[in-house]
């Protein structure tokens, strides 16, 4: 199974970039859909974008549609969230996730990464 550690969080200012970084060992990334997710304070889990473990598809919520790129880098079996133009209401806890492609769930998941946004 896959083990995940994500890092990059911090604040930021409106506006600003945050590049997110998950690190996969135990097997490699390709074997798996990669996901980001994020947890806001008093709020559910929410998706956030996905890469399929083709690498043939990218998928985004709407609400960072545009703004965050989700990208991976089999060699260094890392997967990456490129955060532009952050808001306010992008602050949360995100977290790395896995899952086989067989499986709707995702079953792997890092211990989150904390992203505090500033006006």
């Known amino acids: 199974q896959v083990q995940l550690v994500e890092s990059g969080g911090g604040l930021g200012q409106a506006g600003e970039s945050l590049k997110l970084s998950c690190a996969a060992s135990?097997?490699?990334?390709?074997?798996?859909?990669m996901g980001w997710f994020r947890q806001a304070p008093g709020k559910e889990r929410e998706f956030v974008a996905r890469?399929?473990?083709?690498?043939?598809?990218?998928y985004y919520a709407d609400s960072v549609k545009g703004r965050f790129t989700i990208s991976r880098d089999i060699a260094k079996n890392t997967v990456y969230l490129q955060m532009n133009t952050l808001k306010p209401e992008d602050t949360a806890v995100y977290y790395c996730?896995?899952?086989?492609?067989?499986?709707?769930?995702?079953?792997?998941w890092g211990q989150g990464t904390q992203v505090t946004v500033s006006s």
């Open positions: 996730a896995a899952r086989t492609k067989t499986r709707a769930n995702y079953d792997y």
């Open positions: 135990g097997r490699t990334i390709s074997s798996y859909h």
């Open positions: 890469i399929s473990w083709s690498n043939t598809g990218t």
